[in-house]
């Protein structure tokens, strides 16, 4: 059956006799244009306001973004007949890779409709940080700016379209800065009392054995990811802690495992995943611990061997810093724009390769990606050296179907945070691709610099608050 129109519907209510959810309705609504019809209609209200009334073009107001596919316009119609009575576009800034950053204009509202304005741009901003944009910029005429403000944008400066003056505005996007927040903030003071890792090694990837040429390393998985996706989560627990050695140089030897299931069928899925991870990797497990009848979790140790271990905290202002990742795979089912799979399908000589490579470059100081995501864990790699980082989006080693917003905040299968002097050997990792993609400098935070040289601020702070190793 044929969803009744706009008109048809509000004549149901009246047959009703609802009329208090009459009087509630809104004077509008918004969606997002998808038709030639609605398109035309959008465009139309634009030139009756930028060329008829305003004066600010001539003949058209059309440009290279209304070309662009990827551009999205969302409108607002009139929630009696269905009339476009306001809409805005947002898209890519150019033609090239889509790197996260986008720009919304000709924001039109139709001169005898109001309060649409304000619901256009929430919606715009919205639907930016749903795309993975990590930069939302638009250009406004001056007396708009009150508008903008009241609603959580930032000014930038004065700029010039179309001979006019307009104002740069930006919409504050606060992805990294909670998710550093969430995962690791509350670090400093949870652990200020341990030290963890050691003079030089503090709040490392692991932690050198003293008296010993051993690096130990341990991992918790999230007991929801257990309960829920047990064979995925013995995969991970095995690739986290492997990681976390490689980091440091240290080559795997073995492992312990501590297993908590509501029962051995459960267990047994778990030790399936890790089983695998174990002989993918070809590290044995040596021991461990498994409880039933009690909540899921599972924890791994892992112990490896170097004599010359790499520092998290060797950075230091000057330093390049090169990102080397597996961009293989692709999303977990289930985890979609989270947890990204590269290691699953790859056979062991391609793993061996990727975990051996840090060990082989030695670089200045090196971390793998964790939880904080790659502009969250560059911040820690930064903070342990004292510094602060600043990221070029764009040089940032990225699979074409992830979102710059995704990638920088999930947890990838092998990605690894390196930094050195100009002319260091980049990493030999088999299949993973690497790329110089930022620096150290003075300060602390991480800046996410973008190609017109603007630099936004993605953490101001410390990242774990921990402070220099």
């Not at 051996?356 to 990606?369: E, F, L, M, N």
Request: glycine share 14%; charged share 20%.
């Amino acid at each position: 059956m044929a969803a009744p129109a706009v008109g048809e519907q509000t004549d149901i209510l009246a047959l009703l006799g609802d009329r208090s959810t009459l009087a509630r309705r809104p004077a509008f609504h918004l969606r997002q244009a998808d038709s030639t019809a609605e398109l035309a209609a959008y465009r139309t209200l634009r030139k009756e306001t930028f060329v008829h009334e305003q004066g600010l073009f001539t003949g058209d107001d059309l440009d290279d973004r209304d070309a662009d596919p990827r551009t999205v316009v969302l409108l607002a119609r009139s929630t009696e007949d269905g009339t476009v009575i306001g809409g805005v576009r947002l898209g890519p800034v150019d033609d090239g890779p889509d790197i996260g950053w986008w720009q919304g204009g000709r924001l039109v509202v139709d001169r005898r409709a109001r309060g649409i304005g304000a619901a256009l741009v929430r919606a715009a901003c919205a639907r930016a940080e749903s795309e993975g944009v990590l930069r939302f910029d638009a250009t406004v005429q001056p007396r708009a700016q009150v508008l903008f403000r009241r609603l959580g944008w930032q000014r930038v400066r004065d700029v010039t379209v179309a001979a006019a003056p307009h104002v740069l505005m930006r919409w504050p996007i606060g992805r990294i800065a909670a998710l550093v927040a969430a995962t690791k903030a509350p670090l400093g003071s949870l652990l200020a009392p341990l030290a963890p890792g050691g003079e030089g090694f503090v709040g490392d990837d692991g932690a050198p054995v003293p008296g010993t040429d051993v690096i130990a390393a341990c991992d918790a998985i999230v007991p929801s990811m257990v309960e829920r996706d047990p064979e995925w989560a013995g995969w991970c627990s095995v690739l986290v802690n492997v990681n976390d050695l490689a980091a440091m140089g240290a080559t795997p030897v073995g492992l312990l495992d501590a297993v908590g299931a509501k029962d051995a069928a459960h267990a047994a899925r778990i030790l399936a995943g890790l089983t695998r991870a174990a002989r993918a990797y070809g590290v044995p497990v040596l021991g461990g611990h498994t409880q039933l009848g009690v909540p899921a979790a599972l924890s791994v140790t892992a112990l490896g061997r170097t004599d010359r271990p790499v520092p998290g905290g060797g950075g230091r202002p000057g330093h390049l810093v090169r990102l080397t990742a597996d961009l293989g795979g692709g999303w977990r089912p289930g985890y979609a724009g989270r947890q990204w799979d590269s290691t699953s399908g790859r056979r062991t000589e391609e793993l061996r390769a990727m975990t051996g490579a840090v060990a082989a470059a030695r670089p200045a100081a090196a971390k793998d990606v964790s939880m904080a995501g790659i502009a969250g864990t560059l911040g820690m790699l930064a903070e342990a050296g004292g510094c602060r980082a600043v990221l070029d989006v764009a040089a940032v080693p990225r699979p074409r179907t992830a979102t710059t917003g995704d990638w920088l905040t999930c947890f990838p299968g092998f990605a690894m945070l390196t930094a050195g002097t100009a002319g260091g050997p980049p990493l030999a990792a088999g299949p993973a691709t690497g790329a110089v993609c930022g620096a150290l400098t003075t300060g602390e935070g991480v800046g996410l610099r973008w190609p017109d040289g603007e630099t936004t601020e993605a953490v101001t702070s410390t990242v774990t608050g921990m402070g220099p190793a």
